[in-house]
């Protein structure tokens, strides 16, 4: 059975705690100033009892759980195979999505072509080395501040590329 309420008692220190690391989350929720601005009213005693409730009705909010793979600006969403570059979101073709996904979630390791192409096409390598190279200057155009000074997807001369560490 699904309770209705539930009061958790809270000292001024975990109050404290709490303000600190909300204040300095990352959110697009409208209602994130006004859980600060409760936190900061019961830690001046403005109030004695602080009340949260959800918006949706039902949601087992608990087993979400966030599948981004997160680098500076840039954020890669695989279940929903979005990317957003500074909250904008980034248009990409499926296999532009599929080298960015691969290489980022193996951030830090050196890939060569051949490695890209039988990852990403899961099928023998087929594809001239400049067609891989194409992929990813397109994709370096849709998601580097500056593409020829490659922040997130950096080429290894003489052997690949890889997603910066």
Known sequence: MKKNASFIMMDSSLAKSLYDTVKDLQTNSIYFEGLLQGLEDLMKGEVATLMLGMTRDGEDLIHIVDDGIYAGDLEIHPKSRKVLHGGIEVNLTPKEFDILYFLAKNKGEVFTKEQIYQAVWAENYLMA???????????????????DAPEYILTIWGIGYKFAD
């Open 129 to 147: 080395d400049s067609n891989i190279m194409a992929f990813i200057r397109k994709l370096r155009k849709k998601i580097e501040p500056n593409p």
